[in-house]
């Protein structure tokens, strides 16, 4: 146990500024005080874990959800130094609790690596925990103290001998400062399997007191199992996983690279295990080296002949699915969310061992490399036919220029702020919306048919499409190369569909559209689904009608109604139909837009104070391109599979 705890003491704590901000301005430490704000709080506490198991102190993590929306977090790790801290005069653990930049992660040498890099992470979460106990296990003791608000009750106090190491802290949030408190299960098992991903040898695991569930996870191929896990339900070029792992300098390089049939690629890039969206040096330098690399080998074995020019970039990662872990002791991030890393000297040395690895595996493996080559070719072909596919509207003007598509009843409103553009299944529904829109403000494109799925078509093929080129023009935005979000001419894009089996493919077909080639669009709020009434209950006279938007308010408007009814003293018909109980003289069922008069349309599907719109998000990328993989891919099995264990959820089927 001596061994396991040497070279992390006290003077390895350093103290940078006090605590007082953080409950005035919680915003600036976790980024809002909404759900993610309070994930966030848990995000910090397995973060030490995992870097405890980065320095090779640590082998599990364990998260609790406790009752009373509480949570416990357990790493068996050294533990938090409990000796008294020379600059403060507290107990180490009192002083990381409770004194922001107080952490061993600014160089004093309790870590070379380290996801957590400001040191507010414990000190966050005890000042926006409404109750935080921790208790430590080290030096064969077990150590204990309680918080409120930030505010310790009584120094951290021996509560008896202890044969583990390790760090426990149980926090509940403020119910003063977050929205909500509930913590959500599937959101903390996702980040507890991709921490599992990424350290190699690390058990995670998360039990949810509240309802029994549990789930662990242990992963020996780390990345290379991540790699797997993405392409499940993908065709893979072959089974076999690219893989290599080695240090350069002072920074390891860890790669896993696999193709698929895909016509996109998947990379995912992350340093100490902290997941950098916008990319950075490190994927910089794996792009360089995967290019050159097969371009080399595709010259040297003869696949590219002498006169052809060199593949792209993107034809060589057409369908790759690649995981990218640095580490290193002083990661340099852009901007304080850790979006992109900076370090220059990391190129470098992906670059080199990429082109070094990278090459050996495709020398070794000559089946598997043929068949790469070959993808990037059809894929060089498919973007040669695109641009000329994509040249020749120009010349006539189809997909630039100051034409619109001649369906698209336009608004007369020319500021994209105050414009909103409703895609409407059907020349039927479309002719309703433009008679019944406001024609100031909403523009009107119908959408004859089904629209192309373009999980499964290159770009030349989507082009050749009418429905994708008028839905491309509309919007102003381009497409792929040329796609600029600062040309979009509306603010809120409407998918207005029927409420059945075809307008629900309809709906889908075009989510992914903009999911796989215009997800700006939709990261930008830009989306919305319209939800147009399924049930319309018409009272005497037909006057007026009650319009529902599904079964479950059709339900609670025809009991309060009914109960209304016999308080007043009206007669009600138990054996009646419900609806005719409730005083309505007919219920109707709508299963097409085209079924409501241009009126009707507007005041309860377009009507801005009326209407019900669904905005469009992608809260896990990952998962929606898993989905959009098993709803419009090859694999059938998949699909079938997927809709199966959903089925017993569905209330009211229209075959």
Same mark, same amino acid.
């Given at each position: 146990m001596a061994s396991k705890q040497k070279g992390y003491s006290s003077d390895q704590i350093q103290v940078l500024e006090g605590l007082e901000p953080v409950r005035k301005r919680p915003g600036m430490y976790i980024g809002g005080t909404g759900v993610e704000g309070l994930h966030h709080l848990v995000w910090e506490i397995v973060d030490n874990g995992?870097?405890?198991?980065?320095?090779? @102190?640590?082998?599990?993590?364990?998260?609790?959800?406790?009752?009373? &929306?509480?949570?416990?977090?357990?790493?068996?790790?050294?533990?938090?130094?409990?000796?008294?801290?020379?600059?403060?005069?507290? $107990?180490?653990?009192?002083?990381?609790?409770?004194?922001?930049?107080?952490?061993?992660?600014?160089?004093?040498?309790?870590?070379?690596? $380290?996801?957590?890099? @400001?040191?507010?992470?414990?000190?966050?979460? &005890?000042?926006? $925990?409404?109750?935080?106990?921790?208790?430590v296990h080290r030096d064969g003791k077990a150590f204990r103290q309680e918080y409120e608000r930030g505010v310790p009750l009584a120094d951290l106090k021996a509560i008896g001998k202890s044969d583990q190491t390790g760090t426990v802290i149980e926090f509940y949030p403020d119910e003063t400062i977050f929205e909500t408190t509930k913590f959500n299960y599937d959101t903390i098992l996702d980040r507890l399997r991709h921490a599992a991903y990424l350290t190699k040898g690390i058990h995670t695991s998360l039990s949810d007191e509240r309802t029994g569930s549990r789930y662990s996870f242990y992963f020996e191929g780390g990345i290379k199992s991540y790699v797997t896990h993405l392409n499940l339900g993908k065709e893979v070029v072959d089974d076999d996983v690219f893989y290599v792992d080695k240090m350069v300098e002072d920074t390891q390089i860890e790669i896993a690279a696999q193709y698929t049939d895909a016509f996109s690629e998947t990379i995912k890039q992350f340093a100490n295990n902290v997941f950098n969206p916008d990319g950075g040096t490190h994927v910089t330098g794996f792009r360089s080296a995967l290019t050159r690399v097969v371009n080399d080998y595709a010259r040297k074995n003869g696949l590219l002949k002498?006169?052809?020019?060199?593949?792209?970039?993107?034809?060589?990662?057409?369908?790759?699915?690649?995981?990218?872990?640095?580490?290193?002791?002083?990661?340099?991030?852009?901007?304080?969310?850790? &979006?992109?890393?900076? &370090?220059?000297?990391?190129?470098?040395? !992906?670059?080199?061992?990429?082109?070094?690895?990278?090459?050996?595996?495709?020398?070794?493996?000559?089946a598997i490399a043929r068949k790469i080559v070959g993808k990037a070719l059809l894929a060089a072909r498919a973007r040669k036919a695109a641009r000329a596919a994509r040249e020749n509207i120009i010349r006539k003007g189809v997909l630039e220029g100051a034409s619109m598509p001649g369906k698209l009843a336009d608004c007369s409103n020319k500021d994209p702020k105050t414009s909103e553009i409703y895609l409407v299944e059907g020349d039927s529904a479309g002719g309703s919306a433009k008679s019944g829109r406001d024609s100031k403000s909403q523009a009107i494109l119908p959408l004859r048919g089904k629209v192309l799925n373009v999980e499964r078509a290159r770009l030349d093929?989507?082009?050749?499409?009418?429905?994708?080129?008028?839905?491309?023009?509309?919007?102003? !935005?381009?497409?792929?190369?040329?796609?600029?979000?600062?040309?979009?001419?509306?603010?809120?894009?409407?998918?207005?569909?029927?409420?059945? !089996?075809?307008?629900? @493919?309809?709906?889908?077909?075009?989510?992914?559209?903009?999911?796989?080639?215009?997800?700006?669009?939709?990261?930008?709020?830009?989306?919305?689904?319209?939800?147009?009434?399924?049930?319309?209950?018409?009272?005497?006279?037909?006057?007026?009608?009650?319009?529902?938007?599904?079964?479950?308010e059709l339900e609670k408007v025809l009991d309060a109604t009914i109960a209304a009814r016999k308080k007043d003293g009206l007669k009600v018909a138990e054996d009646d139909e419900r609806f005719r109980q409730a005083g309505f003289i007919e219920q109707k069922r709508y299963k097409g837009l085209g079924e409501m008069d241009a009126e009707q349309l507007f005041e309860t599907t377009m009507n801005p104070e009326k209407r019900v719109l669904v905005q469009v998000k992608v809260e896990d990328a990952e998962k929606a391109d898993a989905i959009f993989n098993k709803l419009m891919g090859t694999e059938v099995e998949l699909r079938k599979n997927f809709i199966t264990a959903r089925a017993k959820f569905v209330k009211d089927l229209d075959i």
């Open positions: 995992i870097d405890e198991a980065l320095a090779g @102190h640590a082998t599990k993590v364990m998260v609790e959800l406790l009752p009373g &929306n509480g949570v416990r977090v357990t790493d068996n790790g050294r533990g938090i130094p409990t000796d008294i801290h020379p600059k403060t005069g507290k $107990s180490t653990v009192e002083t990381v609790l409770t004194v922001l930049h107080a952490g061993g992660k600014f160089g004093g040498g309790g870590y070379k690596v $380290s996801g957590g890099l @400001h040191g507010v992470g414990s000190s966050v979460v &005890n000042a926006l $925990s409404a109750r935080l106990i921790i208790t002498e006169k052809e020019e060199n593949l792209t970039g993107e034809d060589c990662r057409e369908g790759l699915t690649a995981v990218i872990l640095v580490k290193l002791p002083d990661p340099q991030f852009e901007g304080q969310t850790k &979006n992109k890393l900076g &370090n220059p000297e990391v190129r470098g040395y !992906v670059e080199q061992v990429m082109t070094e690895y990278f090459n050996y595996y495709l020398e070794e493996h000559p093929k989507m082009l050749a499409n009418n429905e994708i080129l008028s839905l491309i023009k509309a919007l102003g !935005v381009g497409i792929e190369d040329s796609f600029s979000i600062d040309g979009l001419r509306y603010d809120r894009i409407i998918i207005m569909t029927d409420a059945d !089996v075809d307008g629900s @493919h309809i709906s889908t077909l075009l989510l992914t559209f903009f999911f796989r080639f215009m997800k700006p669009v939709v990261d930008g709020g830009h989306l919305y689904l319209a939800k147009p009434p399924l049930f319309e209950l018409v009272k005497p006279g037909r006057k007026s009608s009650v319009f529902i938007y599904d079964e479950d």
